[in-house]
């Protein structure tokens, strides 16, 4: 069984060897990353997107680390957007993509090839494009021979995911500025405000039993953890969250959001990682019996982990089946965590989630007595693949 080691987290000089690229700092710039953004997307003059017109439909291309970017954009456009907004992992391009249309391409090296393969084929086609990336970097190169508009990653870190909003505010601006989704700077500066607020709360020297993001990755950490948002803003929380476990803390997480997904995660619960054997109850599960001998009956069976990401301003439909779901969870002997969102704009309330659940696999990571940065498997993978 995986086990966190509380006494490394709450080690400042262990976490700080163990962290070799200092992914902690970097996700403690989050709020700073918002700030430069606004600078960098102003000096690139992002009012300039699609010619200062609304364009037709806008097609977002990001992947890894970046893509939480398409799901973020078509979140918050979703309800309101007078074109519609799609999202696109890898090419090809798909065959309406013209003139009218508006690209975004998002990579924080500029090299991802999916990204840049959309960028090139919607410049060769007249399309308008805004690509936000690395500078001197092939998709600035294409956006320049474009006459489109790039905004340069200012900061730098070791990774897109812990890049994100430097890659996510330029976009929001764009999209603001066309009508898409109410995102205004004012909004977003308080955005930078909010992951201030978390990164302090998050910071390395606080002890794990104050430290929200540490207590999440001790409670989390010996368990198969399912990540469930109580409805649409927290379902991309969510997914952004397994993501991150799953990447960084190299642990297998799922996800889901209500309401679709509450029948899926209900329905775990009557399995091994839930009640235990067939016919188990949770009050006697193995993994609580102080009986259990783990010579003659083998080790404890992992439970099931559910983290539920709740939203302050959700309809009271939904909060009543997130309710109903996380007292299922209790009863069959799941661990169930619970985290609610600060008040404030969507953007807002997503970036206190997204804050802290990343800190949360990172400390998670570094508990099991892992880089956050480095996996020799995806390494290898890279090299297999060229």
């Not at 690229?21 to 960098?40: E, K, P």
């Not at 970017?69 to 798909?94: F, I, K, M, Q």
Request: proline share 7%; aromatic share 2%.
């Amino acid at each position: 069984m995986p086990w966190v080691d509380e006494n490394r987290l709450d080690d400042e000089g262990a976490l700080q060897a163990l962290d070799t690229r200092d992914s902690l700092r970097s996700l403690a710039s989050a709020g700073a990353q918002v700030r430069r953004a606004l600078v960098s997307a102003q000096e690139a003059g992002i009012e300039r997107v699609s010619g200062g017109e609304r364009p037709r439909s806008v097609l977002v291309a990001a992947l890894g680390g970046s893509s939480l970017v398409c799901d973020v954009l078509d979140l918050l456009a979703e309800p309101g957007s007078p074109v519609p907004v799609l999202t696109r992992r890898d090419a090809p391009l798909p065959g309406w993509v013209g003139p009218l249309d508006l690209v975004i391409a998002v990579s924080q090296s500029g090299r991802a090839a999916g990204p840049l393969a959309l960028a090139a084929e919607a410049a060769r086609r007249g399309a308008s494009l805004l690509t936000v990336g690395s500078a001197d970097s092939p998709l600035a190169d294409v956006s320049a021979r474009a006459r489109g508009v790039h905004v340069d990653v200012a900061l730098s870190t070791p990774s897109s995911r812990t890049a994100l909003w430097s890659l996510l505010t330029p976009v929001l601006l764009a999209a603001d500025a066309m009508g898409l989704a109410r995102v205004p700077r004012t909004t977003l500066e308080r955005v930078a405000d909010v992951l201030d607020e978390v990164a302090e709360e998050c910071r390395p020297s606080s002890e794990s039993f104050v430290n929200p993001a540490k207590a999440l990755a001790v409670g989390l950490g010996e368990t198969v953890p399912v990540v469930l948002g109580d409805g649409p803003l927290t379902g991309v929380a969510a997914c952004r969250a397994a993501s991150m476990m799953a990447r960084t803390a190299r642990v297998p997480a799922t996800h889901g959001a209500l309401p679709d997904a509450a029948s899926q995660v209900v329905a775990t619960l009557d399995g091994p990682f839930g009640s235990g054997a067939p016919g188990g109850s949770g009050s006697g599960a193995r993994g609580d019996d102080i009986f259990a001998d783990p010579y003659l009956d083998g080790p404890a069976a992992p439970r099931l982990g559910l983290l539920v990401l709740r939203d302050p301003d959700l309809d009271p439909q939904l909060r009543g089946l997130a309710d109903a779901v996380v007292a299922s969870a209790r009863e069959s002997g799941a661990v169930v965590l619970e985290q609610e969102a600060r008040t404030g704009e969507p953007i807002e309330r997503l970036a206190s989630l997204v804050g802290l659940t990343d800190f949360a696999a990172t400390y998670l990571a570094l508990g099991l007595g892992l880089d956050p940065s480095v996996s020799r498997h995806v390494t290898e993978l890279r090299d297999r693949t060229g």
